[in-house]
């Protein structure tokens, strides 16, 4: 029986983030949040990946035998990403240059392989889909969050170029904090893995004191009905 749509999206987005969570794609993670809106182009890419993939597993689990399974989930998800990267430099060039090496590298994201091999050759293609989507998500969610705050602390704003990198559209998302710059060492590697460890531990911190509240609401006594 597949998983509750709602279950799968919250552990998509938080109880399994894949960066916060599962701890992987960080080569991804640390390599292209230096700011908000490369963050948010790579994991709208990698979402699309994850959820098509992740149909096609599922669509193709009683087809493929188990010998031969894993090189054809990387086949799969190889020829998904060069679509992906030919549409990226067809119609978004702009970001194709700021990611194209780093759109090429998602055939070797873990995180996609991983949901083929443990959710998708196991379940239906409805649920395969939102969990691969909802997996997008939750990566996307991280990648933004840490590149917002490496922005904002090392050059002092946020979103910048996005409507150089997303379209005019996102122009509304750039943000100048102040006019002073910011800490080199934010937008330097070890920025990514300070924001990042600070990030863990406030996410550990949280689900701490939520798991808290949880078990004290539910050992809340009873208090019967007043009788007439």
Request: with cysteine; hydrophobic share 55%; proline share 4%.
């Amino acid at each position: 029986m597949n998983p509750p749509v709602k279950t799968l999206v919250r552990d998509g987005i938080w109880d399994n983030n894949v960066v916060f969570a599962q701890m992987l794609a960080l080569c991804p993670t640390m390599a292209v949040t230096t700011s908000g809106a490369n963050g948010l182009g790579m994991g709208l890419a990698t979402t699309a990946v994850l959820a098509t993939s992740n149909v096609l597993v599922a669509l193709l689990r009683g087809v493929v035998s188990q010998e031969v399974r894993i090189p054809v989930f990387i086949v799969l998800i190889a020829s998904l990403v060069t679509v992906v990267d030919m549409a990226l430099n067809a119609w978004l060039h702009e970001l194709y240059k700021v990611l194209g090496l780093f759109i090429a590298l998602i055939v070797v994201n873990c995180a996609i392989l991983g949901r083929a091999e443990a959710f998708a050759s196991r379940n239906g293609v409805r649920a395969s889909f939102v969990d691969g989507l909802a997996m997008g998500l939750g990566f996307t969610f991280a990648l933004v969050v840490i590149g917002l705050i490496r922005e904002g602390l090392g050059s002092g704003t946020l979103f910048a170029q996005a409507s150089q990198l997303l379209g005019a559209r996102f122009a509304f998302l750039e943000i100048r904090l102040h006019e002073h710059g910011g800490a080199l060492l934010m937008i330097l590697p070890p920025g990514a893995f300070a924001v990042m460890g600070f990030l863990l531990a406030g996410k550990r911190v949280l689900d701490a004191r939520l798991e808290t509240r949880r078990g004290n609401a539910v050992a809340l006594p009873q208090i019967p009905p007043a009788s007439a």
